[in-house]
């Protein structure tokens, strides 16, 4: 279903985009 493969690769860049945050912070 192209519904719930969209919503998966939303999740996927939101994780992604958490982890560079976290990472970012721990950084600075």
Do not use: C, P
Not at 10 to 15: D, K, S, Y
């Amino acid at each position: 279903d192209w519904f719930s493969r969209q919503q998966l690769v939303m999740l996927v860049l939101f994780i992604n985009i958490s982890l560079a945050l976290m990472f970012f912070k721990l950084l600075t």
